[in-house]
């Protein structure tokens, strides 16, 4: 099936740990996105790559290292997690070759507990 | 202000009328603009997108815009208890040659049998 698809769909840790989210799509699209989801259902972005570039950072903390290592993937690096990290976390792609009206298509998203 | 500002909510209507769903975003300069439906637990799924000022129908849902005055709608006729989610206005924002796509902090609709 063409997709966002992300793993694992639920991560629960305790504070301290370092942890991974990893996504892929088979959309063919050349931009892929972080969004952070908080307990309020706020979605804020965190990174944006297109063709492995970093080209969005928002004020993330460094304890978050995205890593493209080609277009079709894009996975989250977590360090020294802490309760406020605790959110759901959705992969999302796009395509800048149509301009930038294109939409994003969103993975099922990781739901991440630190206790 | 707020780049992209909705009402939270949470709006209730009636099973069969129209739901009205309102956006305003701070960039002049945004051309692209997107409706999203979230249901709980689940991921956002587009349901409209808008890019010219003026109407946008497709099926029950007409989506507005209005440049001028910095505001985009989503209209839902025939309201269904299956349309009960939570809806995110996204706006294509410019920030230093790269764009992003922001969302406001969601509507939540109930339809009421």
């Known amino acids: 099936d063409t997709a966002v698809s992300q793993t694992p769909k639920y991560l629960v840790t305790q504070m301290g740990n370092d942890k991974s989210i990893k996504c892929e799509q088979n959309l063919g699209h050349d931009t892929m996105y972080w969004y952070k989801q908080d307990s309020k259902k706020f979605l804020k972005i965190m990174f944006s790559?297109?063709?492995?570039?970093?080209?969005i950072n928002e004020t993330v903390p460094n304890r978050f290292s995205p890593k493209s290592p080609d277009k079709a993937h894009l996975n989250l690096h977590i360090n020294s997690l802490e309760l406020g990290d605790s959110a759901v976390y959705f992969c999302?792609?796009?395509?800048?070759?149509?301009?930038?009206?294109?939409?994003?298509?969103f993975g099922n998203g990781t739901r991440l507990t630190v206790t | 202000q707020k780049e992209v500002e909705q009402n939270s909510g949470p709006l209730s209507v009636p099973e069969g009328a129209i739901a009205s769903l309102n956006c305003t975003y701070s960039?002049?300069?945004?051309?692209?603009f997107f409706w999203y439906r979230q249901y709980s637990g689940k991921s956002p799924e587009l349901i409209m997108s808008i890019y010219s000022n003026g109407d946008k129908e497709d099926g029950r849902f007409t989506a507005q815009l209005n440049k001028a005055s910095q505001y985009v709608s989503l209209l839902i006729r025939d309201s269904q208890p299956s349309d009960s989610a939570t809806y995110l206005c996204a706006v294509n924002i410019r920030v230093q040659g790269a764009q992003k796509l922001v969302f406001g902090q969601g509507t939540r609709l109930t339809i009421n049998p």
């Open positions: 790559y297109n063709n492995k570039e970093l080209i």
């Open positions: 999302a792609s796009s395509s800048r070759k149509t301009g930038y009206n294109s939409p994003l298509h």
């Open positions: 960039d002049r300069g945004s051309q692209s």
